[in-house]
């Protein structure tokens, strides 16, 4: 079997370089003939632990390839990938899929023999379907089959995702094209991984009503933590006590600053757009997405009653600004509402991640990017550990800093307050 993966964003090259490895033979298309010339010189286009050594391996061993001709790798192959984005349309909730019906309409002018067109960006429900009423325009029904196969990778967990996944969804309405995508799995099945066999509009809710799951248990868990601090709680308390419940589950009870990144926010919002399309309410969501669009002003306000309400002039350091660890993706993460805001009623900013400059924050008003941690704290009145990275978990401000003493504000709380407390420095920490 040959797979061409269409789009070598974040899903298509870390599903491509995966797919190798497990010895198929893979090829990735992608119209930015840049970055196909990248890619073929062993630069990654995106920062992802693992990755780089996964594609360098591959092309090496000529199981990976990279093209931008979109019609020959379609002919070559019987497994189409598509793994363009669906980013939200703008002034609108609803899910742009002018790439993903792009790409349909160049790939149905080159079925030349039986394909399975699989879909793995997230989309909304009976995407699939208006994908085969375009395929149906120039092929017989027989010459294909569209089947849905939504992704699950974290950023910067995302191979780990790949190979021990907690599910495979497979959404087909034929059992060929079933049996012959869990035949490409199988080296994941035999290690464990579950496969689920649902109907294609079924494995494209599936995704959605999963992340929109997750979102909301964070931010169930982040309004618990409000209700802690009001009454002298320790949140992970809470947070160890209900994850002990076998129907709740201990992980996404991670307390702190609004969530992030390409998906919760854009999949919460496709997801209401969908149920308004088809005329019900999900209110449940949509309070979720209003909740944590009040987080980051919730957190702010905190801040500035912190630094009792007087910010012009303070120094206030950022230890990490993308939206978690193990990322260089600054995609709505809580940063980019906080530093702005601070910069706004005068506060002189520095920050610190370990991807580097971010040039979201290149225009903003007084915000300086620093070479190390050393360096962003001197002369800091408020430390603000924005994001969760390994490189902040075991510092000693006490001899990083000599002399100076900084609040420190653990968005994270990944610190132990005592420890802290015992090196002198005044801290706060999220729902404790
Ligand atoms: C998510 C989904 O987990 C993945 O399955 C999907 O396919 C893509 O979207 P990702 O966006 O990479 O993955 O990040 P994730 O690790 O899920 O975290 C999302 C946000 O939630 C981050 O801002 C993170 O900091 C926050 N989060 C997560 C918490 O605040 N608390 C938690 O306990 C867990």
Same mark, same amino acid.
């Given at each position: 079997?040959?797979?061409?993966?269409?789009?070598?964003?974040?899903?298509?090259?870390?599903?491509?370089?995966?797919?190798?490895?497990?010895?198929?033979?893979?090829?990735? *298309?992608?119209?930015?003939?840049? #970055?196909?010339?990248? $890619? /073929?010189?062993?630069?990654?286009?995106?920062?992802?632990?693992?990755?780089?050594?996964?594609?360098? &391996?591959?092309?090496?061993?000529?199981?990976?390839?990279?093209?931008?001709?979109?019609?020959?790798?379609?002919?070559?192959?019987?497994?189409?990938?598509?793994?363009?984005?669906?980013?939200?349309?703008?002034?609108?909730?609803?899910?742009?899929?002018?790439?993903?019906?792009?790409?349909?309409?160049?790939?149905?002018?080159?079925?030349?023999?039986?394909?399975?067109?699989?879909?793995?960006?997230?989309?909304?429900?009976?995407?699939?379907?208006?994908?085969?009423?375009?395929?149906? &325009?120039?092929?017989?029904?027989?010459?294909?089959?569209?089947?849905?196969?939504?992704?699950?990778?974290?950023?910067?967990?995302?191979? =780990?995702?790949?190979?021990?996944?907690?599910?495979? *969804?497979?959404?087909?309405?034929?059992?060929?094209?079933?049996?012959?995508?869990?035949? $490409?799995?199988?080296? $994941?099945?035999?290690?464990?991984?579950?496969?689920?066999?649902?109907?294609?509009?079924?494995?494209?809710?599936? &995704?959605?009503?999963?992340?929109?799951?997750?979102?909301?248990?964070?931010?169930?868990?982040?309004? /618990?933590?409000?209700?802690?601090?009001?009454?002298?709680?320790?949140?992970?308390?809470?947070?160890?006590?209900?994850?002990?419940?076998?129907?709740?589950?201990? =992980?996404?009870?991670?307390?702190?600053?609004?969530?992030?990144?390409?998906?919760?926010?854009?999949?919460?919002?496709?997801?209401?757009?969908?149920?308004? #399309?088809? #005329?019900?309410?999900?209110?449940?969501?949509?309070?979720?997405?209003?909740?944590?669009?009040?987080?980051?002003?919730?957190? $702010?306000?905190?801040?500035?009653?912190?630094?009792?309400?007087?910010?012009?002039?303070?120094?206030?350091?950022?230890?990490? *600004?993308?939206?978690?660890?193990?990322?260089?993706?600054?995609?709505?993460?809580?940063?980019?509402?906080?530093?702005?805001?601070?910069?706004?009623?005068?506060?002189?900013?520095?920050?610190?991640?370990?991807?580097?400059?971010?040039?979201?924050?290149?225009?903003?008003?007084?915000?300086?990017?620093?070479?190390?941690?050393?360096?962003?704290?001197?002369?800091?009145?408020?430390?603000?550990?924005?994001?969760?990275?390994?490189?902040?978990?075991?510092?000693?401000? &006490?001899?990083?800093?000599?002399?100076?003493?900084?609040?420190?504000?653990?968005?994270?709380?990944?610190?132990?307050?005592?420890?802290?407390?015992?090196?002198?420095?005044?801290?706060?920490?999220?729902?404790?």
């Amino acid at each position: 079997m040959k797979l061409c993966m269409i789009g070598t964003g974040y899903v298509g090259l870390v599903s491509g370089a995966c797919f190798a490895d497990l010895g198929n033979d893979v090829i990735c *298309v992608d119209k930015d003939s840049n #970055k196909i010339n990248s $890619l /073929i010189n062993g630069q990654i286009p995106i920062y992802e632990p693992g990755l780089s050594e996964l594609v360098i &391996k591959n092309y090496k061993n000529k199981r990976l390839n990279f093209s931008t001709n979109l019609k020959k790798s379609v002919k070559e192959s019987d497994l189409i990938f598509i793994c363009v984005g669906t980013p939200p349309k703008k002034r609108s909730n609803t899910a742009d899929l002018s790439q993903i019906l792009n790409v349909t309409k160049k790939i149905s002018l080159a079925i030349n023999k039986f394909k399975i067109i699989i879909t793995k960006s997230t989309i909304p429900v009976t995407t699939g379907d208006e994908i085969e009423k375009i395929l149906l &325009k120039k092929n017989s029904k027989k010459k294909f089959s569209v089947v849905s196969n939504p992704e699950f990778l974290r950023e910067g967990e995302a191979i =780990r995702d790949f190979i021990y996944p907690d599910r495979i *969804v497979v959404g087909s309405n034929e059992n060929k094209s079933n049996r012959i995508l869990k035949n $490409l799995y199988n080296p $994941l099945i035999s290690k464990g991984a579950t496969y689920l066999s649902t109907s294609r509009r079924s494995a494209e809710l599936i &995704k959605y009503a999963s992340n929109a799951f997750l979102a909301t248990k964070i931010t169930f868990i982040n309004e /618990i933590a409000n209700l802690c601090e009001k009454t002298g709680i320790n949140i992970e308390d809470i947070s160890i006590g209900m994850g002990l419940d076998k129907r709740i589950g201990s =992980r996404f009870l991670r307390a702190g600053p609004a969530y992030g990144g390409s998906c919760f926010p854009k999949d919460t919002k496709a997801i209401i757009s969908t149920a308004d #399309k088809f #005329k019900t309410k999900l209110s449940v969501i949509e309070s979720v997405i209003k909740s944590n669009e009040n987080r980051s002003e919730l957190l $702010l306000d905190r801040v500035y009653d912190i630094l009792n309400r007087e910010i012009k002039n303070k120094k206030v350091t950022f230890l990490g *600004v993308t939206f978690k660890a193990n990322t260089d993706d600054m995609r709505d993460s809580s940063s980019l509402k906080m530093i702005p805001a601070l910069s706004k009623k005068g506060a002189i900013i520095k920050y610190y991640d370990p991807t580097g400059y971010k040039k979201e924050f290149s225009k903003i008003k007084n915000v300086y990017n620093s070479d190390s941690i050393k360096q962003s704290l001197q002369g800091s009145d408020l430390v603000i550990v924005h994001t969760e990275w390994n490189d902040f978990k075991s510092l000693n401000f &006490k001899n990083l800093v000599k002399g100076k003493k900084f609040i420190i504000y653990d968005m994270r709380n990944i610190y132990s307050p005592e420890k802290i407390k015992k090196q002198g420095f005044k801290y706060y920490s999220v729902g404790r």
